[in-house]
Nanobody
Framework: QVQLVESGGGLVQAGETLTLSCAASGIRYNLYLMGWYRQAPGKQRELVASITSGSSTNYADSVKGRFTISRDNVKNTVNLQMNSLKPEDTAVYYC???????????WGQGTQVTVSS
């Protein structure tokens, strides 16, 4: 069964660093575009960052220069290092896997990130 399991969320103060991790199983991991999305209360889910199997990355303008996405194609994990966190980064963060050869998309259950001022 396909599973995406996030970890690393928590409560931090503004300016601090937090790293999220996503462990993928049940898929041919190297054939998927991996990404992190987030959803704050009352707002739409938005793409934060994505990374291809070749480590090409894409970031939302709001996190460029602060967040770094990376992947380990042996361990089938994706990380999101979040530096200089701001209160507006507070949201539930979701791991996403999008197939490069089909229309299949999978989601993790999410991990809460709360940044206090």
């Amino acid at each position: 069964q396909v599973q995406l399991v996030e970890s690393g969320g928590g409560l931090v103060q503004a300016g601090e660093t937090l790293t999220l991790s996503c462990a993928a199983s049940g898929i041919r991991y190297n054939l998927y575009l991996m990404g992190w999305y987030r959803q704050a209360p009352g707002k739409q889910r938005e793409l934060v960052a994505s990374i291809t199997s070749g480590s090409s990355t894409n970031y939302a303008d709001s996190v460029k220069g602060r967040f770094t996405i990376s992947r380990d194609n042996v361990k089938n994990t994706v990380n999101l290092q979040m530096n200089s966190l701001k209160p507006e980064d507070t949201a539930v963060y979701y791991c996403n896997a999008k197939s490069l050869v089909s229309s299949l998309t999978f989601w993790g259950q999410g991990t809460q990130v709360t940044v206090s001022s």
